[in-house]
């Protein structure tokens, strides 16, 4: 009865909890604690929505104050400054207002608001008034805005609708035009390029930071790979050095547990000793599993193998496995094949307890380069190794062949024998036939990647009675270099961001500089061609001011007289005063230059009162 109440409390607890998750919110809790979990839950969503919207709370209060400086300074002159009608002002207060309002979601349509407003005010364009707004809203209308062209398509369209006014409003002409062109160039260009400037900075920086982030994330993942590739070496190292060796102690206690004169507890100590050592065995490749990963090796120097092949045949057949090492040096190489005694080794050969596998020793080749010497003594261990464990019983024989450029080694064994001792059978009775069939197969991929990391070649197949492996390693090989990643340009894609920042910086710096230059040296040589035009316009030949007599009306006086009059807004310097009763007096040129004398024409009453000569010389006095 207590042994059953556990669980259908758990259950009935269970139940109102999933009760309470689909209860909709806001509904009665089901017991005193039964809300806790939902509680925490929601006092963290509630936080976080607190914080969130208390972040959005500042940044709309912080958007509102600027929004509201903006307007500030931009109607500051509006009661002050009388150089346009008070109408205009008037209407201008809301109008400035508005824009100010949505130069963060329209800043094309609110830096067009100053524009119109001083183009109602005058044809020039540039006003007192209005002229500030239209600095302010440019540069934001270039700091807010990504895309130039709508820009400048608007800057296009204000000089063309104030050439229209200039040449159709009565009392406007090109020059109204040339200083709404500079009002634009210089109030409206210009902060609208230091705008843009501005935007290209912040971005310049945006782009470092983000670089030096994926910098640390890329340190990050490099660390993380160097661990990954220590791990695979250590793996390597497990694999070679702890696997060798307890196949090794699986086979001296098979050997013990067969051996004659051995009673029953220490035949089944030997036995416990073999399995443990086969468990301990399989325990190992499955570590090794987890710990490799799919990288390659560090392409490093590996360390000198203390230990020789001989001496490795050497220790091996003092185990008790049947093995020989046959070893062909470069001399007998290059007799064998000046025989042609091919497959014959003249090397002294050595079986378990007879002491002749030390032999090797004695004639231990040169010292072979550390890759080449690394990857042999691997491949010839894992070879023994593996026919140990998978044909425990079979004879191994390695053949050793050492030439002057190169070294192959050869490792098979045969067929397990038929009157293999029960323990050795048992030993092997996992794996079956002869081969790595029985096993993961990563230790003879590790080779393969080793010799091929050497310069060499490898080969491992069965043969009709045992299993073969073979290696060619080239004496002058050096260690292959990594392969590239794929997709690798040689430029990140990140330093290629902060390349192309920098390069929209420079030039927006350098337009800020030249367009405006350019601009106005282009409007300066506009402008003065049109003043050479207009000053020679402005010329009344001799002979049609001779012909012009006092009284003639003035409707017959004007077609004969030239389409400009002097050029100067106030009166020539040195002309007198205009005669009395007259309505008007008009001024026109007498040659081309400028200090030419000027001849004045003054009607009253619709016809010509008086014509006379007048000088043009400045009274500097």
């Given at each position: 009865?207590?042994?059953?109440?556990?669980?259908?409390?758990?259950?009935?607890?269970?139940?109102?909890?999933?009760?309470?998750?689909?209860?909709?919110?806001?509904?009665?809790?089901?017991?005193?604690?039964a809300?806790?979990?939902?509680?925490?839950?929601?006092?963290?969503?509630?936080?976080?929505?607190?914080?969130?919207?208390?972040?959005?709370?500042?940044?709309?209060?912080?958007?509102?104050?600027?929004?509201?400086?903006?307007?500030?300074?931009?109607?500051?002159?509006?009661?002050?400054?009388?150089?346009?009608?008070?109408?205009?002002?008037?209407?201008?207060?809301?109008?400035?207002?508005?824009?100010?309002?949505?130069s963060?979601?329209?800043?094309?349509?609110?830096?067009?608001?100053?524009?119109?407003?001083?183009?109602?005010?005058?044809?020039?364009?540039?006003?007192?008034?209005?002229?500030?707004?239209?600095?302010?809203?440019?540069?934001l209308?270039?700091?807010?805005?990504?895309?130039?062209?709508?820009?400048?398509?608007?800057?296009?369209?204000?000089c063309?609708?104030?050439?229209?006014?200039?040449l159709?409003?009565?009392?406007?002409?090109?020059?109204?035009?040339?200083?709404?062109?500079?009002?634009?160039?210089?109030?409206?260009?210009?902060p609208?390029?230091?705008?843009?400037?501005?935007?290209?900075?912040?971005?310049?920086?945006?782009?470092?930071?983000?670089?030096?982030?994926?910098?640390?994330?890329?340190?990050?993942?490099?660390?993380?790979?160097?661990?990954?590739r220590?791990?695979?070496?250590?793996?390597?190292?497990?694999?070679?050095?702890?696997?060798?060796?307890?196949?090794?102690?699986?086979?001296?206690?098979?050997?013990?547990?067969?051996?004659?004169?051995?009673?029953?507890?220490?035949?089944?100590?030997?036995?416990?000793?073999?399995?443990?050592?086969?468990?301990?065995?399989?325990?190992?490749?499955?570590?090794?599993?987890?710990?490799?990963?799919?990288?390659t090796?560090?392409?490093?120097?590996?360390?000198?193998v203390s230990?020789?092949?001989?001496?490795?045949?050497?220790?091996?057949?003092?185990?008790?496995?049947?093995?020989?090492?046959?070893?062909?040096?470069?001399?007998?190489?290059?007799?064998?094949?000046?025989?042609?005694?091919?497959?014959t080794?003249?090397?002294?050969?050595?079986?378990?307890?007879?002491?002749?596998?030390?032999?090797?020793?004695?004639?231990?080749?040169?010292?072979?380069?550390?890759?080449?010497?690394?990857?042999?003594?691997?491949?010839?261990?894992?070879?023994?190794?593996?026919?140990?464990?998978?044909?425990?019983?079979?004879?191994?024989?390695?053949?050793?062949?050492?030439?002057?450029?190169?070294?192959?080694?050869?490792?098979?064994?045969?067929?397990?024998p038929?009157?293999?001792?029960?323990?050795?059978?048992?030993?092997?009775?996992?794996?079956?036939?002869?081969?790595?069939?029985?096993?993961s197969?990563?230790?003879?991929?590790?080779?393969?990647?080793?010799?091929?990391?050497?310069?060499?070649?490898?080969?491992?197949?069965?043969?009709?009675?045992?299993?073969e492996v073979?290696?060619?390693?080239?004496?002058?090989?050096?260690?292959?270099?990594?392969?590239?990643?794929?997709?690798?340009?040689?430029?990140?894609?990140?330093?290629?961001?902060?390349?192309?920042?920098?390069?929209?910086?420079?030039?927006?710096?350098?337009?800020?500089?030249?367009?405006?230059?350019?601009?106005?040296?282009?409007?300066?040589?506009?402008?003065?061609?049109?003043?050479?035009?207009?000053?020679?316009?402005?010329?009344?030949?001799?002979?049609?001011?001779?012909?012009?007599?006092?009284?003639?009306?003035?409707?017959?006086?004007?077609?004969?007289?030239?389409?400009y009059?002097?050029?100067?807004?106030?009166?020539?310097?040195?002309?007198?005063?205009?005669p009395?009763?007259?309505?008007?007096?008009r001024?026109?040129?007498?040659?081309?230059?400028?200090?030419?004398?000027?001849?004045?024409?003054?009607?009253?009453?619709?016809?010509?009162?008086h014509?006379d000569?007048?000088?043009?010389?400045?009274?500097?006095?």
């Amino acid at each position: 009865m207590s042994a059953a109440n556990p669980p259908r409390t758990v259950t009935a607890v269970n139940s109102s909890a999933r009760a309470r998750t689909r209860r909709p919110a806001g509904g009665p809790a089901a017991g005193p604690g039964a809300g806790r979990p939902d509680g925490v839950h929601g006092r963290f969503r509630d936080r976080l929505k607190g914080r969130l919207g208390e972040g959005l709370r500042r940044r709309r209060v912080r958007e509102a104050l600027a929004d509201l400086a903006l307007f500030l300074f931009m109607a500051y002159p509006l009661p002050f400054l009388t150089d346009v009608p008070v109408w205009l002002r008037v209407v201008a207060a809301p109008l400035l207002a508005a824009a100010a309002a949505m130069s963060r979601r329209a800043p094309l349509a609110a830096a067009t608001v100053p524009a119109v407003l001083g183009l109602t005010a005058t044809p020039e364009l540039f006003t007192s008034t209005f002229a500030p707004s239209l600095v302010a809203l440019s540069f934001l209308l270039g700091r807010r805005t990504q895309d130039v062209r709508p820009s400048l398509v608007a800057a296009a369209l204000l000089c063309a609708a104030g050439l229209v006014l200039a040449l159709t409003l009565p009392g406007a002409d090109l020059w109204a035009w040339f200083t709404l062109v500079s009002t634009v160039l210089f109030a409206a260009v210009l902060p609208w390029l230091l705008g843009r400037f501005r935007r290209q900075q912040y971005e310049l920086h945006s782009a470092g930071w983000e670089l030096a982030a994926r910098m640390e994330r890329e340190q990050q993942l490099v660390a993380e790979r160097t661990r990954l590739r220590e791990r695979s070496r250590i793996a390597g190292d497990m694999h070679d050095s702890l696997g060798h060796d307890l196949s090794l102690i699986a086979v001296r206690a098979a050997a013990l547990q067969v051996s004659p004169g051995v009673d029953a507890d220490a035949s089944a100590s030997a036995a416990e000793l073999r399995q443990a050592a086969a468990d301990a065995t399989e325990r190992l490749r499955q570590i090794i599993g987890l710990l490799r990963q799919d990288t390659t090796e560090l392409h490093q120097e590996p360390p000198t193998v203390s230990e020789t092949v001989p001496d490795l045949v050497a220790r091996t057949a003092a185990s008790g496995v049947d093995i020989c090492l046959r070893h062909h040096t470069a001399q007998e190489a290059t007799e064998e094949e000046a025989a042609g005694e091919a497959g014959t080794g003249k090397a002294g050969t050595g079986k378990a307890g007879e002491g002749k596998a030390g032999e090797g020793a004695e004639s231990d080749p040169s010292r072979l380069p550390p890759l080449v010497d690394r990857a042999l003594h691997r491949v010839v261990q894992e070879a023994i190794t593996n026919a140990t464990k998978h044909a425990p019983g079979s004879a191994i024989t390695v053949e050793l062949r050492q030439g002057s450029t190169a070294v192959d080694v050869t490792v098979r064994n045969g067929a397990i024998p038929e009157a293999a001792p029960a323990a050795g059978a048992a030993a092997g009775a996992d794996a079956g036939r002869p081969g790595p069939g029985g096993g993961s197969g990563t230790g003879l991929i590790s080779l393969d990647e080793r010799v091929r990391q050497a310069g060499g070649t490898f080969r491992a197949h069965r043969t009709d009675d045992g299993f073969e492996v073979t290696a060619h390693l080239p004496l002058t090989a050096e260690p292959l270099p990594p392969a590239a990643p794929e997709g690798d340009t040689g430029i990140s894609r990140s330093r290629e961001e902060l390349a192309q920042a920098r390069r929209r910086v420079r030039r927006g710096m350098v337009n800020a500089l030249w367009i405006p230059v350019a601009a106005t040296a282009a409007l300066a040589v506009l402008m003065y061609g049109f003043q050479l035009y207009t000053s020679h316009q402005s010329v009344l030949p001799q002979h049609t001011f001779e012909q012009l007599r006092t009284g003639d009306a003035e409707t017959s006086v004007t077609p004969r007289l030239p389409s400009y009059e002097f050029d100067e807004e106030s009166r020539p310097y040195g002309a007198p005063p205009d005669p009395p009763h007259t309505d008007e007096c008009r001024f026109y040129r007498t040659a081309t230059f400028d200090n030419s004398p000027l001849y004045r024409l003054c009607f009253a009453d619709g016809r010509l009162s008086h014509k006379d000569r007048v000088t043009n010389e400045r009274d500097d006095g």
